[in-house]
């Protein structure tokens, strides 16, 4: 039966995602589905299952997506702004530790918790490694990341497409495209790479291998001019949903309104983030030689996936856009996460 109303869940949040789209809500088909879910589970009360094996299928295709965007012109390009990228980490770092002192000296919140509540990186992994971690109190880190997650995903994208975008398309940039057959064998091929990287990423164990690698091992093969043709808009859309839903399923709504004081403090605390970014993308901006709003979109401490999607939409450089985020998300996974965690069991 679960497979049953994973099905009812998925056409109930596509209905929110066809809502989203026909407002102009910016990531209709993400946030759509995200908002239809947690109404449903908090509000309606109704049965809300979701079945989690949809969550690599549609990582994949997402990392397919954005990967593709890459040529040997946006590579070239992109080592050509390897300073932005340094000053970029360099900000997101001073703010990290300048957002765990404040939480932790404001809110009376453990150093341990202070450190990986505000730490922008992925909600679900986040979860996963406090599970190893002594002295986390895991639902005021829940609740700092759920929040982190609601406010950037909903605020960086309506700014960009309401506020700097001169065009946007809610259709993720249609191709004029005409498909063949041999079509269908590629994409065989290539998602039958990208899975095999995806599960050897596993077996390595490496943080957040169903977000990065998809992009990277595509990226990989478009600049060694493999044929990438692009998927069916259906696909993507479809895609698009199961990631909504699958962000909403880590999202635990219920304890905004028991912690009001830490709510409140963390969507301030967003919110000024947001700020702060907006002020030093002007000089990202010219130290990259790019237009403000991929600067943008680029440093918004969301997902790699999310603000990529956002990026096609509005016109942005996707691929500089990408390797924002994966810079920043590589620094995060391989250096600021051993350290801290190495400096945390010292203390314990």
Request: glycine share 6%; aromatic share 12%; hydrophobic share 55%.
């Amino acid at each position: 039966m679960r497979w049953l109303y994973s099905v009812q869940t998925f056409v109930l949040t596509a209905c929110g995602g066809v809502m989203f789209y026909l407002i102009h809500f910016p990531l209709p088909w993400v946030l759509g589905p995200l908002f239809t879910f947690l109404f449903i589970k908090y509000v309606v009360k109704g049965k809300s299952l979701w079945y989690s094996g949809l969550r690599t299928p549609s990582m994949l295709i997402i990392g397919y997506m954005l990967g593709r965007k890459f040529t040997m012109n946006s590579v070239q390009g992109i080592l050509a702004i390897w300073p932005s990228l340094v000053l970029a980490l360099f900000i997101t770092l001073i703010l990290y530790a300048v957002s765990v002192y404040l939480t932790q000296a404001l809110l009376k919140i453990n150093k341990t918790s202070a450190y990986m509540g505000c730490l922008p990186a992925g909600l679900t992994q986040i979860s996963v490694i406090c599970e190893d971690v002594k002295g986390v109190d895991m639902t005021a880190v829940s609740l700092m990341q759920t929040i982190r997650v609601i406010t950037f995903i909903t605020v960086v994208p309506f700014i960009a497409i309401h506020g700097l975008a001169v065009t946007y398309d809610t259709e993720l940039l249609q191709e004029s495209y005409k498909y063949e057959y041999r079509d269908f064998f590629r994409w065989t091929v290539l998602f039958a790479i990208i899975y095999l990287a995806v599960r050897l990423g596993y077996k390595l164990r490496i943080k957040g291998n169903t977000t990065i690698l998809p992009i990277i091992v595509t990226a990989i093969l478009v600049v060694a001019d493999v044929p990438a043709p692009p998927l069916p808009d259906f696909i993507q859309i479809a895609a698009q949903i199961c990631m909504g839903v699958q962000i909403a399923t880590t999202i635990q709504a219920e304890r905004l309104g028991t912690f009001k004081k830490l709510s409140f403090f963390s969507l301030l605390l967003n919110l000024v983030l947001i700020a702060i970014f907006s002020w030093a993308d002007i000089y990202i901006t010219t130290l990259a030689q790019t237009d403000y709003l991929t600067a943008f979109l680029g440093t918004s401490l969301a997902g790699t996936s999310e603000m990529g999607i956002a990026a096609l939409q509005v016109h942005a450089d996707v691929a500089k856009v990408t390797i924002f985020q994966l810079s920043r998300t590589l620094f995060i996974y391989l250096i600021v996460l051993p350290i801290m965690i190495r400096k945390i069991d010292r203390r314990s």
